[in-house]
């Protein structure tokens, strides 16, 4: 039997939101988790410099320097990919908690 779950990135300091987490959680097609978010704004930056690093190793090169929020914001995925793993699902479905269905 195959095992599938919706997960919803929710930051926590983001109340404002959680009737917009309610909705998603009413239309998601499988059981739904909400994982904590990483919250870049509080990241030390040893953490940041262990995960990011300005120097290209692909190419072409990404263009931009990322700010703490798009990585906190890839750690959060990142943190979701690790439960679909642990869990040991098929495949997870992955919201973030300002998407609207």
């Known amino acids: 039997m195959e095992q599938y779950k919706t997960f919803i990135i ?3 300091r983001a109340t404002g939101r959680a ?6 959680i009413s239309k998601a097609p499988y ?6 978010a990483v919250d870049g704004a509080k990241l030390p930056l040893a953490e940041v410099d262990s995960h990011y690093s300005e120097t290209p190793i692909l190419t072409p090169a990404y263009p931009f320097k990322l ?4 990585i906190g914001c890839f750690l959060s995925h990142r ?5 679909i793993v ?3 699902l098929d495949a997870g ?3 973030e908690d300002d998407v609207d269905l």
């Open 10 to 12: 929710h930051l926590q």
């Open 19 to 24: 009737a917009q987490v309610q909705d998603l």
């Open 31 to 36: 059981k739904t988790q909400i994982v904590d």
């Open 67 to 70: 700010n703490f929020g798009e």
């Open 79 to 83: 943190k979701v990919w690790q439960e």
């Open 86 to 88: 642990d869990q040991k």
């Open 93 to 95: 479905l992955i919201f």
